[in-house]
């Protein structure tokens, strides 16, 4: 994008981002997201671009208002909220602009269209535009109409973050060794493309969270009642089997006694998964010793009920370790960052499900788009 920086003067200039945040009660429970798109705002602030910003929050909900983000980008640049989806009066704001300025429109999936992918919206979007610049790589990997309709009618670039992301993620594909992947989080059943490709690019492989409950059950152990994926057949079989494929070796479990620490084959049937134990941070330690790359994606406990201490402390093990880390997936960054370490970390994704999209296909709707390739 910066080698195009002279086009966008006093031009309009529809700049996707993700922006959304998590909120409580209207108020921003962290700004990674906002904070890694400043620089390609302010890029096109100081090229003379008149920006208007397109985001989403939620599912669409009516109650979902970008309303306390622009509040809060507000603080740091000069900002106007356009709060509702009136084509006409948004030109004639718009069209009123000064180099330099800023709009942001209210949240995209308000309207059926974004979704949808209707070409109807992409081209009320597009009109309100010169030029077109993804930098939500968080959301590329949704078709939606401000992802993959407007670049189809605009002159349309990646920006600054994005071209981050994928410059970064990309690392994988041709990894240094000893290249550790560790995948935690839920959803099994979507993730064994991914760990079927990295079994072959990846010396080591840990699973953790819910995709280790559903690898402890492939291989004989009783995991309780803990939360499972459907039976998932031969592909995870085949996967439990492979030597590179690490699994829990001790867990915190809760039942009706309350906590406690067990082996995996130690597991009682009215307990409950809900974090890795220490042995195993021990013995995840050892990798880390030699690993010289680390890419993290997903909590390894039951972060909604602050099972936490165990990516706690393997974190701390790989600040600890000469590894270059990349880590990504919304819980997984939200926990980074309060324990303060976020700018320690080699690279920290915006993208959960992107990360893992762009990881197993090695792109993603969104790029392809800006490339100029039909979905």
Known sequence: MTAHADLFKGKRVLLRLDLNVPLALDTIRSDYRIRASLPTINFLRTHGAHVIILSHIGKGAPKDTLRPIADHLSHMMPLLFLDRFDAEENKKVIDAMN????????????????????????????????????????????????????????????????????????????????????????????????????????????????????????????????????DLGDGLMKLSEDPRMIIPMDVVVKGGGGNRTALADDILDGEMIVDIGRETVTALERILGEAKLVVWNGPLGFYEEGYTDGSRELLERILGSNAYAILGGGDTVALVESMGNIDRFGFVSTGGGAMLEYLANETLPGLEALRGISE
């Open 99 to 230: 180099d330099g300025d800023v709009v942001m429109l209210e949240n995209l999936r308000l309207h059926e269209g974004e979704a949808n992918n209707s070409p109807a919206f992409a081209q009320e979007l597009a009109s309100l535009g010169d030029y077109y610049v993804n930098d939500a790589f968080a959301v590329s990997h949704r078709a939606h109409a401000s992802i993959v309709g407007v670049p189809a009618l605009l002159p349309s670039f990646a920006g600054m973050r994005f071209a981050e992301e994928a410059a970064e993620l990309s690392r994988v594909f041709d990894p240094q060794h000893p290249f550790l992947f560790i995948m935690g989080g839920t959803k099994v059943s979507t993730k064994l493309p991914l760990l079927n490709k990295l079994s072959v690019l990846a010396d080591h492989i840990f699973v953790g969270g819910v995709v280790a409950n559903d690898f402890l059950r492939a291989k004989g152990y009783n995991v309780g009642c803990s939360v499972c994926d459907s």
